[in-house]
């Protein structure tokens, strides 16, 4: 796809392309992680692991999630200027669900 030969189209459709897929995935995330928030709330790591979706999970596995879900948390607040992002390895994060 990429070339010396693409056009302006070319650059500004896939440029949409990736704007849109970017936009669309950390909005998922983000509400991913609002259900997991609400799901939760006011649970203890053991009462969370407690739950039938995640009774056969680790305690590793739970802060994997829990770090996982915020990273598009961060990424949400990031585009919409609710706050900064603080700088630390995001891909760490993301990479056992890679």
Do not use: C, H
Not at 55 to 79: C, E, H, M, P, W
């Amino acid at each position: 796809m990429y070339s010396n030969d693409m056009t302006w189209q070319n650059w500004t459709a896939a440029l949409q392309q990736s704007a849109n897929n970017v936009l669309a995935d950390i909005q998922t995330g983000k509400q991913l992680a609002d259900k997991f928030n609400a799901m939760t709330y006011g649970l203890t790591d053991p009462q969370i692991l407690a739950l039938g979706a995640f009774s056969s999970r680790t305690q590793a596995d739970l802060t994997n999630l829990k770090y996982a879900l915020g990273v598009f948390t961060d990424l949400y607040n990031a585009i919409n200027n609710v706050a900064a992002l603080p700088q630390f390895n995001r891909l760490g994060y993301l990479e056992p669900f890679v």
